[in-house]
């Protein structure tokens, strides 16, 4: 009978991958028909022995032993139709990384010839002579374009942003007090009629904040909706 028994001897390995191409090629493996459970066990055995010598070991080791559990946990199942797929999966990954080895050591072969044609740069002495010719005109525009890029990084003017700060800022507290006196007499007001006295854009947004602390404050209350909303002051309420 046979013996399927895999032997090894490792003097180095880059990556899980290569770990089993040396696991095949020690044991004169068909790459094509690889004896899943030997191979997955020797590359198992592998890793327990990195671990009990505390050799530090990458990830990539960590998870192709995962995955190899898995494909031998599947291969003892009664129906492992998935086992066919994962095989062929693990054999193209294997045949890629052989692929590049080989390309890799054709590389290294030739690398005493990279150099052959490789010049050293020749320095050169450049002449800093400005030697054209322009017309004034020209000269004239160039000066004019020069002062402006230094125009350019001067501060800039405070005129475009003098309306802006120049502009009242209305407190939204007055306009508290605003809307509460005009509800003071009782009954209903319609809400549009509190934006109408608003002389200004900072004016209205303070009475529209002015509105919602209200709310917020139960001091009045608002029904309706969009233009036929009215607002009630809330009679009785007490400040907490």
Known sequence: MENNTLSYRFEGFEGPLDLLLQLISRNKLNIYDIPLTELIDQYLEQIKQFQQEELELGSEFLEMASRLLYIKTVSL???????????????????????????????????????????????????KTYELVHNSDVLYLSYLSAVGRGKRKLPPSTAPFTKIVAKKIVAVSTRIIFVIRNLWGGGKQKLSNLYKTADSRSELVATFLAVLELCKANRVKIDGEAENAEITLVRGHKNR
């Open 77 to 127: 199942l009664p129906r492992h139709d998935e086992i066919v797929k994962l095989k062929e999966e693990l054999v193209g990954e294997l045949l890629e990384y052989m692929v590049c080895q080989q390309v890799a050591k054709k590389l290294s072969e030739m690398q005493d010839g990279f150099n052959k044609f490789v010049k050293a740069p020749t320095e050169y002495e450049f002449d």
